[in-house]
C-alpha cells in the first residue's frame, strides 16, 4: 500500500497525494468506513491502494493528531484566523467563537487582522490593546501595502496550516499574496449588505513543497460554538486564568459575587471586549442546552 494525504474531497471522490510517488490519486473510500462511521477527511494521512491514478480505494486512516470540526480539516500545524478590520466590518462575537472552536485543537493559532490598510492606527492599537492577553499571536495583514505578509509567510514553511474566517475577511486573497503561482477565486464585499461571498465552496490543500501545506476554506457568516460545556468556557479565555481566585469554585464569572475574573475587567486587567463576548458565548451555550 502506498501513504498519503487527502488534498480535496468532493462527493465521494478524494484526492490523494502520494508520499512515495510525489503523484496526485483520484481514490473512493472503503465501505467499511461508513460502517464504522468515520468520514475521511482533508489533512488525514492515509494508506491505500490504486490501479492507476484514476483508480483506487483508501484502505486506512492513520490516527489523526488534530481534527477541527469547521471547517472540516485534520492534522493542522498552524491555524491562522483571518478577520478584516474592515469591508466587512469586524465581529468580535464571530472572531471569538472562531478562537473557541479552534484554539483546542493542538495547533498554534494566529490571530491575522488582514485589510489593515483600510483602518487607521488608532484602530489598530485598540485590536492589539484589547487582544493582547489572549495568549495568540497577532499579524496585521494587506494585500495591498504587503504589510504582514512576510510575517505570515514564515509561519508556514514545512508546516500544515489552514487559514479560516468570516466570508469576504479575503482569505483567498491572502493566499495568492503569499506564494507566486497561486490564482485562487476571489471576491468583493457586497456594499449593501456589507457581508462577504462564499468563493472557497470546500476546504482544500495545496501543497507548496513537499513538506508545507496550505489551506483554504470556506467562508461563513454564521457560527456554532462545539463540544464546549457552558462550565468550562472560561478555559478558552487565557487571559482570565490568572485572576480565578474566587469565592466559589464552580464560579462562571457571571452573576456570582466575590469573582477574581469580575474584579479584574473592572480594574483594567482584562478586557472588558473579550468578557462581553464571554458572557455572550455562554448564554448562546445556555440557550441551547436548555432547549435539549
Known sequence: ML????????????????????????????????????????GDEVLFTAVNTDEGSIEEIIERKSLLIRPSISNVDNIII?????????SFFLLDKMIINAGIKNADLTICFNKCDLADDTFKDYLKEEYKNSGFNLIFTSNVTGEGIDEVKSLLKDKSSVFM???GAGKSSLINSLFEGYNLETSHVSRKIKRGRHTTRHSELFMEDENTFIADTPGFSSLEVFDVEKEDLYHYYNEFIPYINCKFPNCVHINEPVCGVKDAVKEGNISKLRYDTYKQIYEEIKSKENKY
Open 3 to 42: 501513504k498519503g494525504k487527502i488534498l480535496k474531497g468532493v462527493g465521494s471522490f478524494y484526492t490523494v497525494y502520494s508520499y512515495e510517488d510525489k503523484k496526485e490519486y483520484t481514490l473512493k473510500a472503503r465501505g467499511i468506513f461508513r460502517k464504522q462511521k468515520i468520514t475521511p477527511t482533508v
Open 165 to 167: 474566517g468570516v466570508s
Open 82 to 90: 483571518v478577520c478584516a478590520v474592515k469591508e466587512p466590518d469586524i
